[in-house]
């Protein structure tokens, strides 16, 4: 395999809030996995990507920035291949994961999608929608503001407002959901799922997960949960994702969110065996095609 040359591409730091080095660590743990099956790979930023220092036509990445995109899209569409595809990546950012979940039947908290300077107190009370979630809907999360739980229609009203003033144009308004919250990491095309309560974890970004608390240990159907988490990740062309979802006292599964390559912090030196060997795989489909 030594004629298998891969690009890395790391997540600029602004993109990794509080996971700077868990971000790095997963991707050089799948680098060394991917290494030590032959493979040359080639680690580099987001702006060396920015910059046109990239030339491999393997690309494995973690990017998100608004730059990097359409760089990875076009790379894609000239034959590259690319791991998640700069589409998908794209599809994760709020306002379109929202749509295209909803779309594809995926259970999903009601939502109001919204321009932030907009009046949604009425639409919100219309459609008794009182705590709820507003997240920046352009894009991806970058502070912790970006995404927020509000307790009425009048708090969501303000805090459209301050998205206002900071220059976000779209928002997305969630139906906050009861019951136990859930973080789960998985790589599409293997049987590789792995799940874990963040409060009892103390696994946190911004602190969300103590809105839901502590688990209440609900019981819920795992082939099920797996097999929701793999219908999200092909609808919106990610192979390699994580995200959290709510199990409602009833046992129904409901994606509340879902990310192109997270950092697998609390497995990752299993999970990036599994995802050098799905990477591997992928290179010997796209080599036959």
Not at 50 to 74: F, T, W, Y
Not at 121 to 133: F, G, L
Request: aromatic share 8%; charged share 25%; glycine share 6%.
């Amino acid at each position: 395999m030594a004629d298998i040359k891969i690009a890395g591409i790391m997540r600029a730091g602004a993109y990794s809030p509080n996971h700077i080095g868990n971000d790095a660590a997963i991707l050089n743990l799948t680098s060394e996995q991917l290494r030590k099956r032959g493979c040359e790979v080639k680690i580099y930023s987001e702006e060396q990507l920015i910059a046109g220092l990239v030339k491999e036509d393997i690309i494995i990445n973690m990017c998100r920035d608004h730059r990097s995109l359409p760089i990875l899209q076009r790379r894609e569409d000239e034959g590259a291949l690319v791991i998640n595809s700069g589409y998908g990546v794209e599809n994760c950012t709020r306002e379109r994961l929202t749509r295209i979940l909803v779309g594809s039947n995926i259970p999903y908290p009601e939502s109001l999608i919204v321009n932030t300077n907009e009046v949604v107190t009425s639409r919100m009370k219309e459609a008794s929608m009182e705590q709820v979630w507003i997240k920046r809907g352009d894009y991806h999360a970058m502070h912790k503001e970006d995404v927020t739980y509000v307790r009425h229609a009048e708090e969501a009203q303000e805090v459209l407002q301050e998205y206002f003033l900071r220059g976000i144009k779209r928002a997305v308004i969630n139906r906050h959901l009861e019951g136990d919250l859930i973080k789960f990491y998985g790589v599409y095309g293997t049987p590789y799922f792995y799940w874990f309560y963040p409060f009892e974890r103390r696994h946190s970004q911004y602190g969300s997960e103590n809105i839901n608390g502590e688990s209440q240990q609900l019981r819920f159907d795992l082939d099920n949960f797996k097999a929701v988490c793999n219908k999200a990740a092909e609808a919106l062309d990610i192979k390699i994702y994580g995200g959290d979802c709510i199990v409602s006292p009833s046992g129904e599964i409901s994606i509340i969110d879902f990310n192109d390559w997270p950092s697998f912090a609390p497995c990752r030196v299993e999970a990036s065996a599994v995802i050098a060997r799905a990477i591997l795989s992928e290179i010997k489909n796209h080599r036959k095609n």
